[in-house]
């Protein structure tokens, strides 16, 4: 098999041939067409993500292609099922092993390089926003909203019945969200967020907000989080981790979620697997249209985490194999 292969922590990524992967009874061996690039792969290969691989390591967290061997265990995939992964790195390979658990067969309909985008985007924000009980007729805030995993967010948040607000650095940016159908957008280069977000909400600010940003967006959102409002806490793209006063969240009866879907993967795969499943149902429907803003050779993963890290791109980046 080929991976690209992290010889240590924050060194050069190289391509390299490697022998095939070992298969235990509740794993299933895929032949991986496609992979998705990730923000978390970046701090994956520099030792900075929450799951720690010791190097040499091969990053990559989703995947798709077709099972090739199944283990003792496994009953529910077969050899040559069309299938979507998740993994703890070693997404970015001609050949991956993954638990059955972290398996999910992909509509007929649905090709490989879009397969590859959806677990961990689509994954994330559809439990993160079940996690934020986010009802219909709720105002939703998405930072980020052209991002990988903002434009899911904003998606699943209008197939749920939310008034979607979109928030992104630059009107094209913002136009993506837009086209994706959120209901209002906001370029925060050029408008203040919270002097917005308080504009079109009529004062009263923002039922739920999905935050893969922190920083000063973060402190945005704590000014214009309306009574009873749940703020998700999704990652840190800014860079900066915020510093939450806990005044502010008692007088306004805020709730702050910590929301790291990886977790639940081991803490409660079913429930994992029942969002998924339903997330794939939004697909089938037409609901979800995952944006897929461009392809490249796995000989060129340096390139792609170097675009993802600019903040360059909008939507997913994926590999393909």
Known sequence: MHAVVCPQFGAALELRELPPLSLAAHQVRIRVAAAGVNFADSLFIQGKYQEKVAPPLVPGMELAGTVEQVGADVTELAVGDRVMAN?????????????????HKIPDAMDFVTAAAFPVA??????GLLKAALRPGEVL??????????LTAVEIGVAMGATVIATAGGAEKVQIALDHGAHHGIDYKAEDVRAKVKELTGGRGADVVYDPVGGEIFDASLRSIAPDGRILVIGFASGNVPQIPANHLLVKNVTVIGYWWGAYRKLNPLLVRQSMNDALDMWAQGKLHPHVSQTLPLAQASEALALLKSRAVSGKLVLTI
Not at 87 to 103: H, K, L, M, N, R
Not at 141 to 150: F, L, R
């Open 141 to 150: 805030v998405v930072h980020g909203a052209a991002g990988g995993v903002g």
């Open 122 to 127: 689509y994954g994330t924000s559809h439990l």
């Open 87 to 103: 993994v703890t790195g070693g997404g970015f390979a001609s050949e991956a092993v993954a638990d059955w658990t972290d398996v």
